[in-house]
């Protein structure tokens, strides 16, 4: 069993930026890919960005130069630093990973960037 909680969502102006968090307990060690997605009403869920146990990252091309992200695999936490936010990147974000084969997400976090 894995528990994935994230933070750091809030309110901000185009422009600006946040950085979300996510971390993980439970069976951690069984974890190698950590990914960010995120989620608006009447739109399928989005890849934003993906890290590797081992610190190999992609990125969903409508985020590449202005998120990165990033992992402390001492804190089994994952961070996702958003620069240069734009009102498309209002979204639930989650944290999501596999372990064993099972998929396990985090409750969400809210992101609202205001023009």
């Known amino acids: 069993q894995v528990q994935l909680v994230e933070s750091g969502g809030g309110l901000v102006q185009a422009g600006g930026s946040l950085r979300l968090s996510c971390a993980a307990s439970g069976s951690t060690v069984s974890i190698d890919v950590i990914n960010w997605y995120r989620e608006t009403p009447g739109k399928q869920r989005e890849f934003v960005a993906a890290?590797?146990?081992?610190?190999?990252?992609n990125y969903g091309d409508s985020v590449k130069g202005r998120f990165t992200i990033s992992r402390d695999n001492a804190k089994n936490t994952v961070y996702l630093q958003m620069n240069n936010l734009k009102a498309e990147d209002t979204a639930v974000y989650y944290c999501n990973t596999k372990s064993w084969s099972v998929n396990y997400w985090g409750q969400g976090t809210q992101v609202t960037v205001s023009s």
């Open positions: 890290v590797s146990r081992g610190g190999s990252t």
